[in-house]
T-cell receptor, first 115, second 116 residues
């Protein structure tokens, strides 16, 4: 069975600083996708970044980047130049190819950005 | 485009009552899902559908039923509501055909259900 583990229930960072959120996963599949979703207080689920397992290059979206270590089954999210609007729950999630896109979520990390 | 629309956004039920959460999407996505999110937790899959007339159980299906008569609609039925079903419910959709798959799910805004 696939599992996703986020070991940091809460994190905090000062505005303009950099923060890294951790995620590990367990799977025997070789083809899969990894995601980070953001859930602000509005509870809307917002896709932050996506990584395909077959791509060695780490995905980047503006201030958000990932460190994807396939052998270690690690997928961390780095937020640079943190902004107050980054305050949210962040969920790491996993889909394996052929799995009908059924997302498996971690428990989440609550990030607070302080001025 | 409206994307994924869920109704109602809030509902309070008494123990033993039944209700249906409505979900509709206008993106012509073939896959649809229902998740629940308990306080401080990640989302767990209740049911999913890969096309009209085809549904299957997810991780936590007990106490729920679904149907998919059209591509657009995927209602979730709660029978005999229990306090353990107090949660936020999310509907989502995704598109997959052949080798074209981004894996991305599009979520509705969620429905907060309280069972007292």
């Amino acid at each position: 069975a696939q599992t996703v583990t986020q070991s940091q229930p809460e994190m905090s960072v000062q505005e303009a600083e950099t923060v890294t959120l951790s995620c590990t996963y367990d799977t025997s599949e070789n083809n899969y996708y990894l995601f980070w979703y953001k859930q602000p207080p509005s509870r809307q689920m917002i896709l932050v970044i996506r990584q395909e397992a077959y791509k060695q290059q780490n995905a980047t979206e503006n201030r958000f980047s990932v460190n994807f270590q396939k052998a270690a089954k690690s997928f961390s999210l780095k937020i640079s130049d943190s902004q107050l609007g980054d305050t949210a729950m962040y969920f790491c999630a996993f889909i394996f190819s052929g799995g009908y896109n059924k997302l498996i979520f971690g428990a989440g990390t609550r990030l607070a950005v302080h001025p | 485009n409206a994307g994924v629309t869920q109704t109602p956004k809030f509902r309070i039920l008494k123990i033993g009552q039944s209700m249906t959460l409505q979900c509709t999407q206008d993106m012509n996505h073939n896959y649809m899902y229902w998740y629940r999110q308990d306080p401080g937790m990640g989302l767990k899959l209740i049911y999913y559908s890969v096309g009209a007339g085809i549904t299957d159980k997810g991780e936590v299906p007990n106490g729920y039923n679904v149907s998919r008569s059209t591509t657009e609609d995927f209602p979730l039925r709660l029978e005999l509501a229990a306090p353990s079903q107090t949660s936020v419910y999310f509907c989502a959709s995704s598109y997959f055909i052949g080798t074209s798959n981004t894996g991305e799910l599009f979520f509705g805004e969620g429905s907060r259900l309280t069972v007292l």
